[in-house]
């Protein structure tokens, strides 16, 4: 169970890796003192670095078996599933507020016009919290000692 983790865990850092490129190129950074509904880079970064952390514990634990890595990765997962239900948060009210932005699109991307995350296809958006969710589901279990 331990590696199905990590393999949910790969595939969920897949999709935020690729969010992350969009939301980067589509100017997130330079949408950061724009006003209105966004996913500013201090919580987007944040979510990630926290993740990626996560990730590398859990690498690290999965060579020494200690419980505390298991544990605390899982306690960091806590931490992104916040921030990540935070940022879903922010990306409904946004489609819902203004359908013209649920296609997409590049116009006004950076110039502060359409936020950088509607640029997220919904499709990877889903997947990569249906990912997240079973991961930490995943870890939870393996942390408690399940299927060891």
Known sequence: ??????????LTAGGGF???GL?????GMQQSDGSGDRIRPPRILT???????GLVLWLIFLATDSKALAWIAFALLLVVALLGFS???VWLRQRGREPALAGGG???AVSGGVPAEQHFP??????HGVLAAATLVLVFLVAVGVGS
Do not use: D, Q
């Open 87 to 89: 940022m879903l948060a």
């Open 106 to 108: 590049n116009v006004g």
């Open 47 to 53: 979510h990630f670095a926290l993740a990626a952390t």
């Open 18 to 20: 690729a969010m992350l």
């Open 1 to 10: 169970m331990k590696w199905v983790a990590l393999v949910t865990w790969v």
């Open 122 to 127: 919904p499709g990877i958006v889903g997947l």
């Open 23 to 27: 939301w980067l190129k589509n100017g």
